[in-house]
């Protein structure tokens, strides 16, 4: 009678507790896979057991983990990992028989320019400027990298996927072009006074191969005073003879003759370059 009555209790017992008669079946890890932007850069892994049905073993011990390429990434007791250099490896959670292989990539990524850092978009909203963003890596070297892009402000400033700006109300916007958990701000200004003309310098400038040209831009209100700090959009209609980036600075890469232009607003103006 005791045998039975204690059988009943504990059948009672491990129907209130779930833990009651749970074996560890599997090993649940979360995030399933990482890719880590950045060396020296932590993140951390967190380890579920998990019985037959799926449900969490409640007081179950810990995993252990390992990393296949610890000069990539290490892992600590806790499953915090942190990466070393650019490569990719796996990282294993395990407890008894049973393991769980974490992918890891790490891109080496350390800064992020944008050009121009700061900008002045004068004209009717609608008006753009395209954003440069350059990222490097540790060792300097430019990398090619997708760059998310944000705006703090829809309502003074947009930016589109590959960092275009556009204009749509008066005021100051924070534009972010981020990588990973990186990310670089640019500050534009939005002004929607009407631009009666620019004014772009030099008229004909004679660049060496492997040179440059710094453009300067005027640019002039309808009331004929010039509007200080104003930004111009740039373009070459010629790219492979001489390009030319967000901050008018016009490159020599052949021998040819090609068009500046910068627009401001509705208005724009045209320079000539030649490159011998």
């Known amino acids: 009678m005791r045998r039975r009555l204690a059988a009943i209790a504990f059948g009672a017992l491990c129907a209130l507790v779930p833990a009651c008669g749970q074996k560890p079946s599997s090993i649940q890890v979360s995030p399933k896979k990482v890719k880590i932007y950045g060396l020296q850069r932590p993140q951390r892994l ?126 100051k916007a924070t534009i972010m072009a981020k990588v990973g958990d990186l990310q670089t701000a640019a500050e534009i200004a939005v002004d929607p006074r009407t631009v009666s003309r620019v004014l772009l310098l030099p008229a004909t400038a004679l660049v060496r191969v492997g040179d440059s040209q710094h453009y300067q831009v005027s640019v002039y209100g309808a009331d004929g005073k010039e509007i200080e700090g104003a930004s111009a959009r740039f373009t070459s209609s010629d790219p492979s003879i001489a390009p030319v980036d967000a901050a008018g600075v016009a490159s020599g890469r052949k021998s040819g003759v090609a068009t500046i232009r910068a627009q401001v607003g509705a208005q724009t103006a045209e320079a000539t370059v030649i490159v011998n």
């Open 46 to 171: 967190l380890a579920l057991v998990l019985d037959r049905k799926g449900q969490e073993v409640s007081g179950a011990r810990s995993p252990t983990w390992s990393s296949s390429r610890p000069d990539v990434v290490e892992v600590d007791a806790g499953g915090r990992i942190l990466s070393k250099k650019e490569g990719k490896a796996a990282v294993t959670a395990t407890l008894g028989g049973l393991s769980t292989q974490v992918p890891v990539e790490v891109v080496d990524v350390k800064v992020i320019e944008i050009t121009p850092v700061t900008a002045r978009l004068v004209g009717p909203p609608g008006t753009s400027l395209p954003l440069q963003a350059v990222v490097k890596n540790s060792r300097d070297e430019t990398i090619a990298v997708p760059v998310t892009w944000s705006s703090s402000e829809d309502k003074v400033a947009t930016v589109s996927p590959d960092g275009v700006v556009t204009s749509a109300g008066a005021g």
